[in-house]
């Protein structure tokens, strides 16, 4: 096993802890929206498309680059916008009109 | 390490700072919204940082420069349009679509890479091989899996389960099939040829296995499809090397896997039922004949917004018949009416109510209802006994008191405890089922008053009966 692959897996498991902890607090009324932003997040995808296009050189890897890159594209950009309409919808400090 | 790469790894490194603090900001409504932000800001900086890295490495053929941008810019306006447009009631389709398309993309880096790797002279170590593999597969169980729920939903895919003949061995076959042709994969027997048969056997199992599940599950289906999604992506980050995707894929299995265990519990649920299908009706139309059973009375509009009018305390709980009716702004409009006669209003919100955990919030916030009046279940409870009027909007299973004896379907379900208020008005189209199939012995209670009608025009007569009353 390389050195690069340990600390690969060693990101990976940190990660995942990271995740459990920071999530576990979100209480029930913002499920939605966290279910929407970590649906954003993981539109980084869009991130592994560009390192995959540095590397395309045929027809078909094109045509893949070009799909993912749509698919990634609209994941993290639809993923974004709807959580912020979503979450622009909670005001917390309304007035109660009398 | 050049001082250039020590910056891009600095700029990962930051945004999957942000990535983590973005949830940890999403903890409280009055932060989330900065979370959010926060989380993609972060993106933008790891997009720039790589779009940097293309340029100074100089690598990248015209071609793929064409393909990248075209199918970004395609993808980016369709994400905009789709996700500007759609009305809220909508919301956790267009989730899940967006889910599936990322886990799409997830696999065909996967697939990319392979294509990439046939060129080359030196065989791929097991680590890559191992991932390439785990990723088509999850990605494109994903991709079906999302598509099919997503269209259960919006209801282009009908909800109830659909049970395809011998699909449970078909699932099988395909699994084996998976299984052999990975095997021969990371053996090294096939390249990217045996990696499409294996992203093929994916993506018709994940439709194989999404069918057969009840539209009532499906807020857990997408969660557990969200978390799938992440761990693909991280996987896609294994195969290409880049921390930053397996980072924020990880963050989001985490995150997918937790609401998925939340929501089963709160439906009572156990996520290997679930998976296991079969139940539910979906989204029922008017079902079952009225009056069936026992005795149950129904009240007119008039009589119930005189009730609502000289009450001291409503609790106003909406269910799924509220989402489907898109009766939110009708909800609220009730509320802030009786508010202005002084008569203090709260919502009780089930975990589930809707179809999502917190859908129903979004949809009440949406039609401007005051943050404070919305209670979930632990806060609501200990107030029913001093409530006049419970006004139960189109829901059902969560209001059912025999899920506090043994031996049903609901048994255990964490409910409202409507049936301690003094009166309660139940608006809903019929004495059809909810999702558990079962006869709800909150509306043949003595004190249940039931107006049936669908839950905006049943609303809106409310309105006019309570207005009537308050010149």
């Known amino acids: 096993m390389s050195p690069l692959l340990m600390a690969d897996i060693t990101v990976f498991l940190l990660s995942l802890l990271v995740g459990f902890e920071v999530i576990s607090k979100v209480p029930a009324t913002l499920h939605t929206p966290l279910m929407s932003g970590a649906n954003a997040i993981h539109g980084v995808v869009i991130v592994g498309v560009m390192l995959l296009a540095a590397t395309a050189t045929t027809v078909t890897g094109y045509v893949l680059v070009l799909i993912a890159a749509a698919f990634a594209a609209m994941n993290v950009t639809g993923g974004y916008v709807v959580t912020e309409r979503m979450l622009a919808m909670f005001r917390p400090h309304r007035e109660v009109k009398p | 390490m050049t001082t250039f790469d020590t910056v891009v790894h600095l700029v990962y490194l930051a945004a999957a700072t942000c990535f983590v603090l973005g949830l940890h900001l999403m903890n409280s409504p009055g932060t989330a919204l900065r979370g959010n932000r926060l989380s993609a800001a972060g993106m933008a900086a790891a997009v720039i940082a790589t779009g940097a890295v293309l340029v100074h490495d100089h690598r990248m053929t015209a071609w793929a420069v064409a393909a990248l941008t075209a199918g970004a810019a395609a993808g980016a306006v369709a994400g905009l349009v789709t ?237 799924y018949g509220l989402a489907a009716a898109q009766a939110q702004h009708e909800t609220v409009a009730l509320a802030r009416a009786l508010t202005e006669r002084g008569v203090q209003v709260s919502y009780g919100i089930h975990p589930v109510a809707g179809r999502m955990p917190g859908h129903m919030n979004v949809l009440l916030a949406e039609a401007d209802a005051p943050y404070e009046q919305l209670k979930d279940l632990d806060e609501i409870n200990p107030e029913f006994p001093g409530t006049d009027v419970a006004l139960v909007v189109g829901a059902n299973d969560v209001t059912n008191p025999a899920a506090r004896r043994p031996g049903n379907p609901v048994s255990g379900m964490p409910i409202l405890d409507v049936d301690k208020a003094r009166t309660v008005i139940v608006i809903k189209r019929s004495l059809g089922h909810g999702y558990a199939g079962i006869d709800n012995e909150l509306y043949t209670r003595p004190g249940t008053a039931m107006l049936f009608a669908d839950a905006k025009k049943g609303l809106a007569d409310l309105l006019a009966g309570v207005r009537a009353y308050a010149a």
Request: proline share 5%.
């Open chain 2, 83 to 319: 996700a500007r447009r759609v009305p809220m009631t909508a919301m956790p389709q267009l989730v899940s679509l967006f889910n599936a398309v990322g886990g799409g993309a997830a696999a065909l880096i996967a697939l990319g890479d392979a294509v990439q790797r046939s060129h080359e002279a030196a065989t791929p170590g097991v680590q890559t091989t191992v991932t390439t593999v785990l990723d088509v597969l999850i990605g494109g169980v994903t991709l079906s899996g999302s598509l099919v729920a997503s269209g259960k939903l919006a209801g282009l895919v009908p909800g109830r389960p659909v049970t395809v003949p011998g699909g449970r061995w078909a699932t099988v076959l395909l699994a084996l099939t998976a299984a052999g042709l990975a095997g021969f994969f990371v053996a090294g027997r096939t390249g990217a040829l045996g990696l499409s048969g294996i992203a093929a056997a994916a993506l018709v199992a994940g439709v194989l296995l999404t069918l057969p599940i009840g539209g009532a599950d499906m807020p857990v289906v997408i969660s557990l499809l969200n978390a799938c999604t992440g761990t693909a992506v991280a996987m896609a980050g294994f195969v290409l090397e880049s921390s930053p995707l397996i980072i924020a894929g990880a963050l989001v299995g985490a995150a997918g896997a937790i609401l998925t265990k939340l929501m089963a519990d709160a439906m009572n649920r156990s996520i290997g039922a679930i998976i296991a299908g079969g139940y539910g009706t979906g989204d029922s139309g008017p079902a079952a004949a009225v009056g069936a059973g026992a005795p149950v009375r129904s009240i007119t509009a008039e009589d119930a917004g005189l009730q609502l009018a000289y009450a001291h305390k409503v609790v106003i709980v909406p269910g």
